[in-house]
């Protein structure tokens, strides 16, 4: 089978993902079942990420600047299909991987979100990257992030001129 990916993190994901949160009635933990923890890696794994941002990155430009909280663009759509198109083979791939279905990883991760297994946050907000709503709040991101960059740099030159008190004070032990 092959690795997830991510070497250097896989034995931290490893490790940080078996575990439930609840004990055994011997008040041992009890580990998350072997696909949710899977899951979690992959999701959280930089192949997932980076394939996410490359496309963001390489669509981004109808996003600049854009007012994303108004009304939407009809051109948007298209970007947001083949978005989406995209993060369902990475998640066929997984479940290829995992000789599995979909459904059978849902069914496990519904499971363990409402018995509370998990982080209250990470599943949902795992499961939440197909939306159109987060799709446009990443993507307007990526798209304004070189302006964002810039102002912030503009913003500390601008300071070093300013007058401030920021540093270490130390006494003298007198």
């Not at 055994?24 to 959280?44: N, T």
Request: charged content about 35%; some cysteine; hydrophobic content about 35%.
């Amino acid at each position: 089978m092959p690795k997830l990916d991510d070497s250097d993190d896989e034995q931290g994901w490893e490790d940080n993902s078996k575990f439930d949160g609840k004990e055994d009635d011997a008040g041992r933990a009890k580990p998350l079942p072997e696909i949710v923890q899977a899951f979690v890696h992959y999701v959280s794994a930089a192949k997932f990420r980076k394939a996410i941002h490359e496309f963001l990155a390489a669509n981004a430009r109808p996003f600049e600047d854009a007012d994303v909280d108004s009304e939407q663009r009809l051109e948007w759509t298209e970007t947001y299909e083949r978005y989406a198109a995209l993060i369902e083979q990475l998640l066929e791939d997984f479940c290829a991987m995992k000789q599995t279905t979909a459904e059978a990883v849902f069914t496990e991760v519904r499971r363990v979100m409402m018995t509370g297994g998990l982080d209250e946050e990470f599943l949902p907000t795992a499961l939440r990257i197909c939306e159109y709503d987060h799709f446009i709040e990443q993507i307007s991101l990526v798209a304004n992030e070189p302006r964002h960059k810039r102002d912030a740099e503009d913003s500390a030159e601008d300071s070093k001129e300013d007058e401030t008190s920021a540093g270490v004070w130390k006494l003298d032990g007198r």
